[in-house]
T-cell receptor, first 111, second 112 residues
Framework: TQLLEQSPQFLSIQEGENLTVYCNSS?????LQWYRQEPGEGPVLLVT?????EVKKLKRLTFQFGDARKDSSLHITAAQPGDTGLYLC???????????FGGGTRLMVKP | GAGVSQSPSNKVTEKGKDVELRCDPI?????LYWYRQRLGQGLEFLIY????????KSGLPSDRFSAERTGESVSTLTIQRTQQEDSAVYLC??????????FGPGTRLTVT
């Protein structure tokens, strides 16, 4: 069974601060995805990283896939209250059709 | 175009009763997934449908859980003889391309 560990589980910061969320596994994944979920809604895909060492930027969000494709990180610069939510990482199998989800990081950004 | 829809959005049922949850995937999406999410936690895979292939039921927690899908359209997840530990949000997702799953808003099930 492939497992993904996310850290921290909870994070409460002030608006304008930077933060990094980690997603780690002992298994190799063909891709890693990051989702954001708000209360009462389903997860929304933010990014997919496929190549080891890959870095993708989405405005203030920077996603990195580890060289060995076992871990990933999400860095948010100058966090805003609108970034508040549950951030989930998910690793994909080789076929790209099955996802294993981490336990999530609940982020709260206070104004 | 419409996204993935699920009904009902909330369901409260008594322990021992059967419930049926519905998912309408995005039109044309060949793959459909059901997940369970306990409060504040990540998603637990339940079952996966791909076209007309036999479904992958490896995530179903017990034989009280079953799901059906008609062709490449609607799917229903049925939980028989519900237990309190079944209380969770049940999420459905559909997919056309590798790596991309689109989620519905979920059904919040509460078993009293």
């Amino acid at each position: 069974t492939q497992l993904l560990e996310q850290s921290p589980q909870f994070l409460s910061i002030q608006e304008g601060e930077n933060l990094t969320v980690y997603c780690n596994s002992s298994s190799v994944f063909s891709s890693l995805q990051w989702y954001r979920q708000e209360p009462g809604e389903g997860p929304v895909l933010l990014v997919t990283v496929v190549t080891g060492g890959e870095v993708k930027k989405l405005k203030r969000l920077t996603f990195q896939f580890g060289d060995a494709r076992k871990d990933s990180s999400l860095h948010i610069t100058a966090a805003q209250p609108g970034d508040t939510g549950l951030y989930l990482c998910a690793g994909s199998n080789n076929a790209g059709n099955m996802l294993t989800f981490g336990g999530g990081t609940r982020l709260m950004v206070k104004p | 175009g419409a996204g993935v829809s699920q009904s009902p959005s909330n369901k409260v049922t008594e322990k021992g009763k059967d419930v049926e949850l519905r998912c309408d995937p995005i039109s044309g999406h060949t793959a459909l997934y059901w997940y369970r999410q306990r409060l504040g936690q990540g998603l637990e895979f339940l079952i996966y449908f791909q076209g007309n292939s036999a479904p992958d039921k490896s995530g179903l927690p017990s034989d009280r859980f079953s799901a059906e899908r008609t062709g490449e359209s609607v799917s229903t997840l049925t939980i028989q003889r519900t237990q309190q530990e079944d209380s969770a949000v049940y999420l459905c997702a559909s997919s056309l391309r590798r790596y991309e799953q689109y989620f519905g808003p979920g059904t919040r099930l509460t078993v009293t």
